[in-house]
């Protein structure tokens, strides 16, 4: 992963299970307000810029998943992503609303990051797939006690997959 020499960009991307629990259990014990969300952030675009800004909003730090390649191909087909899972997480650490970022690998259970994190408000988007009330809550019983998930609607009409 080519960072130019920034150092920094090492100190965000969290590379392991155990060191993204002991930065959450750090900034919970700081009564920090956890925000999680994930995607793929392909090609990133304004619509991602504003949906980052939205999630960090919400709480005090920002926690972003990243589907690595061989997740993305699994879920969009052979042609994705376009660009590949280095420079995508690189591109997620230029966004200043961004505290941490975390690859999300294909061999992982569901909901994977999520039970790591256990966030007290986990960004979902409305974009993504029409959600059930059911898979809702089940979703909010995997956050901070009395955390809560918000569904965004997109911010900009720009589609990676269209």
């Not at 810029?49 to 390649?69: H, N, Q, T, W």
């Not at 699994?74 to 376009?82: H, L, N, Q, S, V």
């Not at 280095?86 to 997620?92: A, I, Q, S």
């Not at 009395?146 to 569904?151: A, I, S």
Request: glycine share 6%.
């Amino acid at each position: 992963m080519s960072t130019n020499g920034n150092s920094c960009f090492q100190k965000i991307l969290i590379k392991d299970d155990e060191t993204l629990r002991l930065c959450v259990e750090f900034n919970k014990r700081q009564g920090k307000k956890i925000v999680l969300l994930s995607g793929t952030f392909d090609m990133v675009h304004v619509g991602h810029g504003r949906y980052l800004e939205k999630a960090k909003s919400l709480g005090d730090v920002l926690i972003v998943g990243i589907d690595e390649d061989k997740k993305v191909r699994e879920r969009k087909g052979d042609d994705r992503p376009i660009n590949p899972e280095d420079e995508r997480l690189e591109m997620l650490y230029h966004i200043r609303h961004v505290d941490f970022i975390c690859l999300k690998r294909s061999g992982q259970p569901p909901k994977h990051l999520l039970r790591i994190v256990k966030p007290h408000v986990l960004v979902i988007s409305k974009a993504t797939k029409t959600r059930t009330a059911e898979e809702l809550k089940n979703l909010q019983q995997l956050c901070e006690e009395g955390g809560r998930v918000v569904e965004l609607e997109p911010q900009a009409t720009t589609s990676t997959s269209a």
